[in-house]
């Protein structure tokens, strides 16, 4: 018999960029739990695949939404539309990011810094307060609980050479968790942040094609691969799921030991 935990059946989860890569990785699982998923993402032909993929998993439902999350409104519309259909929300993936570097951080322009600004930490500080507004909301009710998951990175542990700005937007992303944990925690409410390593995804497709990346940094990651989306699944599942009710305002590395070797 599957733990029970694990068994999503009526929970309600929102994934932010669940359309591709690491928040589809998590959203399948999710789906194949029973979970209803709810996905955000600005390419709708990528969203409509994306459910077509979830609503074949599990006994739940799937849903997108076509949102900017560096669009503080259409966070907030979204948020009420999400809510309003599926009366709860049980956990929040922050996932949504993009990857903005420059040849050097002397050559780091301000219009770059903003880009990863506005996405990774302002996306992120909109769809999660808007998340823990709706759970504080309920717990006042009487319903406490919920699950708020920030997507970080290593960039912003490890130092991040060529990549100060998207490094600062996960390290924000980081301290946020760890606020909305200790803040939160009284309402049953938890707070985590997941920092992948190397995942092959879109964001990373330049670092895969190049030879030298492959032999220099590659070859150094323990588990001696690339990571894969399906890699965040299980993470997404027991985070989302009571089993995780008394783990809060961690850092959970997904990285194959890349950052203790
Ligand atoms: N891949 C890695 O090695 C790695 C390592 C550490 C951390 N991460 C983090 O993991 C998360 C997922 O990245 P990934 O590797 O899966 O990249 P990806 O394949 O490029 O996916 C990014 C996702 O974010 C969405 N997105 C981007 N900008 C958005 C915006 N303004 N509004 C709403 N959605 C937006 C994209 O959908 P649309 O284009 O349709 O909007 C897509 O679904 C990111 O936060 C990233 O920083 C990745």
Redesign the pocket.
Known sequence: MTYAPFDLSGHVSLI??????????MARALAASNANVA??????E??EA?VETLSRLGTGTATAW??????EDAVVSAMQEVIGQYKRLDSCF??????MGAPAFTELDTETWRKNM???LE??FWTMREAVKHMVHRAHAGNPGGSIVG?????ATEGAARNQA?AA??GG?ISMIKGIAVEHARHGIRANA???????????EG?QSSEVFQSKVISRVPARR??E?ADFGGIAVYLASSASSYHSGDLLVVDGAYSIF
């Open positions: 932010t960029g669940g359309n591709r890569g690491i928040g589809l990785g996905i955000w993402g600005r390419n709708s990528q969203n994306a076509s949102v900017d999350v560096s669009d922050a996932n949504a990011g993009v990857g506005a996405v990774n996306g992120a997507i970080a990175s290593l960039a998207y937007s996960k992303v997941i920092l992948p390593g190397w995942i092959a995804t879109e964001m990373t670092a690339w990571g989306p």
